[in-house]
């Protein structure tokens, strides 16, 4: 891997590449040709500047990466996945090419919705965190998407305004928090709380906004991570639910047949929302 993104350095700068510390922490140096192929054995899980080979960047530009993230969002109606991830790593495409101008960005696509319209993961966290995994393996990234994650458990969106250059409604919307990171419970939980329509242009609004939020989250995120290195750690801890079900519910515990740290408790709580609704009911 290090010598994968020396290889990357060289191909974008066009410059040679010296002691690997200098190339590792990003300073700039020569030397060039075709992007490395890293892979296993036999010409397998070959892949062009070997895995999680691409190098992030800071990004300044908060509030303009949210205004793409929004604009991205309807564009084409490419959705909240698209949004996100663009913001993102366009905003390295700008100042440093290719790799990032490569991505065929509208791959993003399939998370609106909840990937494909089955409300699953929220399109703009999938988006956010497929980002973060152009630049960190799984040990890095998934403190990321933890605190991503707790994050948007606990938040009450919308909460970024584009003001006039709203695409779908003008104005203020109304806030929930869905205490969950999955599209049907975050868009149901609002519609419901809010007696807007789940297929209302407000609703898409909403979700177009959100997306902004998660990028600007996300960006914070990023920043830091790459200011910290190796070592960063979110700040949010686990969901109290994920922690007092786990004690028994998780690895090696002694009902061991849970897994993810989703919030437990808009499923598992009892709550009117969840009783059965197959009988005795309007
Ligand atoms: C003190 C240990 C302990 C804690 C804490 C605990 N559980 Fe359990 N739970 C169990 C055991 C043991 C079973 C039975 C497992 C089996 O039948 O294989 C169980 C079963 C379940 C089941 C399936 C059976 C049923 O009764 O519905 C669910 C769902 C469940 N737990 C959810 C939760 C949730 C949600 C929490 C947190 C609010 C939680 N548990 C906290 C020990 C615990
Ligand atoms: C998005 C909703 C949702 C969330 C969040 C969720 N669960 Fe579940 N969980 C379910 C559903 C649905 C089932 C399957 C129930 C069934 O078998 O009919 C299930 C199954 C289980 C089971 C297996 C036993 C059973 O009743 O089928 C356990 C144990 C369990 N969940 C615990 C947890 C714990 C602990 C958490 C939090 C870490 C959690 N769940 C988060 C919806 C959820």
């Given at each position: 891997?290090?010598?994968?993104?020396?290889?990357?350095?060289?191909?974008?700068?066009?410059?040679?590449?010296?002691?690997?510390?200098?190339?590792?922490?990003?300073?700039?140096?020569?030397?060039?040709?075709?992007?490395?192929?890293?892979?296993?054995?036999d010409g397998l899980f070959d892949q062009q500047y070997g895995l999680f080979g691409w190098k992030a960047h800071k990004i300044d530009d908060v509030a303009g990466a949210m205004d793409v993230a929004y604009k991205g969002y309807w564009y084409?109606?490419?959705?909240?996945?698209?949004?996100?991830?663009?913001?993102?790593?366009?905003?390295?495409?700008?100042?440093?090419?290719?790799?990032?101008?490569?991505?065929?960005?509208?791959?993003?696509?399939?998370?609106?919705?909840?990937?494909?319209?089955?409300g699953t993961i929220c399109g703009a966290l999938a988006g956010a965190g497929a980002a973060f995994s152009l630049f960190y393996g799984r040990n890095e990234s998934k403190p990321m998407v933890n605190e991503l994650f707790r994050w948007y458990?606990?938040?009450?969106?919308?909460?970024?305004?584009?003001?006039?250059?709203?695409?779908?409604?003008?104005?203020?919307?109304?806030?929930?928090?869905?205490?969950?990171?999955?599209?049907?419970?975050?868009?149901?939980?609002?519609?419901?709380?809010?007696?807007?329509?789940?297929?209302?242009?407000?609703?898409?609004?909403?979700?177009?906004?959100?997306?902004?939020?998660?990028?600007?989250?996300?960006?914070?995120?990023?920043?830091?991570?790459?200011?910290?290195?190796?070592?960063?750690?979110?700040?949010?801890?686990?969901?109290?639910?994920?922690?007092?079900?786990?004690?028994?519910?998780?690895?090696?515990?002694?009902?061991?047949?849970?897994?993810?740290?989703?919030?437990?408790?808009?499923?598992?709580?009892?709550?009117?929302?969840?009783?059965?609704?197959?009988?005795?009911?309007?």
């Amino acid at each position: 891997m290090d010598f994968s993104r020396r290889a990357m350095l060289g191909a974008m700068g066009g410059l040679a590449v010296g002691g690997s510390i200098a190339a590792m922490s990003g300073n700039v140096i020569a030397a060039p040709a075709a992007p490395e192929m890293t892979g296993g054995k036999d010409g397998l899980f070959d892949q062009q500047y070997g895995l999680f080979g691409w190098k992030a960047h800071k990004i300044d530009d908060v509030a303009g990466a949210m205004d793409v993230a929004y604009k991205g969002y309807w564009y084409k109606g490419l959705g909240c996945g698209y949004g996100a991830f663009y913001a993102i790593v366009n905003d390295m495409a700008k100042k440093y090419g290719a790799p990032y101008n490569t991505f065929p960005y509208s791959i993003m696509e399939m998370f609106k919705g909840g990937f494909g319209d089955w409300g699953t993961i929220c399109g703009a966290l999938a988006g956010a965190g497929a980002a973060f995994s152009l630049f960190y393996g799984r040990n890095e990234s998934k403190p990321m998407v933890n605190e991503l994650f707790r994050w948007y458990e606990k938040t009450a969106f919308p909460i970024y305004n584009p003001g006039e250059a709203a695409q779908g409604f003008k104005g203020d919307l109304p806030t929930s928090v869905s205490n969950s990171v999955l599209c049907h419970i975050s868009v149901s939980r609002w519609s419901y709380e809010t007696k807007i329509a789940a297929n209302s242009k407000q609703r898409s609004e909403r979700c177009g906004r959100i997306t902004a939020d998660v990028v600007k989250k996300a960006i914070e995120i990023l920043n830091a991570k790459i200011d910290a290195g190796k070592d960063w750690k979110g700040a949010l801890g686990k969901q109290e639910s994920v922690t007092q079900c786990g004690a028994c519910h998780s690895k090696g515990k002694m009902a061991d047949n849970v897994k993810g740290n989703m919030d437990c408790t808009p499923c598992h709580s009892g709550s009117d929302h969840v009783q059965n609704k197959f009988v005795n009911h309007p």
